[in-house]
């Protein structure tokens, strides 16, 4: 099993351009969760997921919108990019809604 | 959202010391508690979980819960260079599907 799954690894982005951070996990969890962590920061929710079409907002969505077609795939779109999001994103998966395994993480820079 | 604080570190400890971490959190009806482990640059992975009153020993790791006093620890016992990572602590509530997450520990072992 890959575990999760997330693409791209780096990316820089200019204010006001968009762009999807891919996440994808092959454990057929039912939970998915995407997170932000800025610098000596802890997690912030951004969204989360219990099923695919069943999505809904974390403590931090105002930027980003989320969707849940398949069990698998939970991509993150951020609309008009701002540095203020300018940060590490992590995607995670659970079978029940407490054991969250991280994907690797995307460092996002907007400038 | 729950408040979970953590001792704001960084700890460093010697070689072969106890490492003694604490979590503190804002409400009573929280139930499952986590310790996960983030090396620089990588993604958190869980490396315990609490679910009752008392402690719970896994290897070196010792997680204690104190529901009561809304309190969790980690103790890392005999620690190695290896250890030196930041530890986050996260709570969740019953029937609940998000975890709240601490500003997290940096433990330093020092050679």
């Known amino acids: 099993n890959a575990g999760v799954t997330q693409t791209p690894k780096f990316r820089i982005l200019k204010i006001g351009q968009s762009m999807t951070l891919q996440c994808t996990q092959d454990?057929?969890?039912?939970?998915m969760y995407w997170y932000r962590q800025d610098p000596g920061m802890g997690l912030k929710l951004i969204y989360y997921s219990v099923g695919a079409g069943i999505t809904d907002k974390g403590e931090v969505p105002n930027g980003y919108n989320v969707s849940r077609s398949t069990t698998e795939d939970f991509p993150l779109r951020l609309e008009l990019a701002a540095p203020s999001q300018t940060s590490v994103y992590f995607c995670a998966s659970s079978y029940v809604s407490n054991e969250q395994f991280f994907g690797p993480g995307t460092r996002l820079t907007v400038l | 959202q729950k408040e979970v604080e953590q001792n704001s570190g960084p700890l460093s400890v010697p070689e072969g010391a106890i490492a003694s971490l604490n979590c503190t959190y804002s409400d009573r009806v929280s139930q499952s508690f986590f310790w996960y482990r983030q090396y620089s640059g990588k993604s958190p992975e869980l490396i315990m979980s609490?679910?009752?009153?008392g402690d719970k020993e896994d290897g070196r790791f010792t997680a204690q819960l104190n529901k009561a006093s809304q309190y969790v620890s980690l103790l890392i016992r005999d620690s190695q260079p290896s250890d030196s990572a930041t530890y986050l602590c996260a709570v969740i509530e019953i029937d609940d599907y998000k975890l709240s997450f601490g500003a997290g520990t940096t433990v330093t072992v020092r050679a």
């Open positions: 609490i679910y009752s009153n």
């Open positions: 454990m057929n969890h039912n939970y």
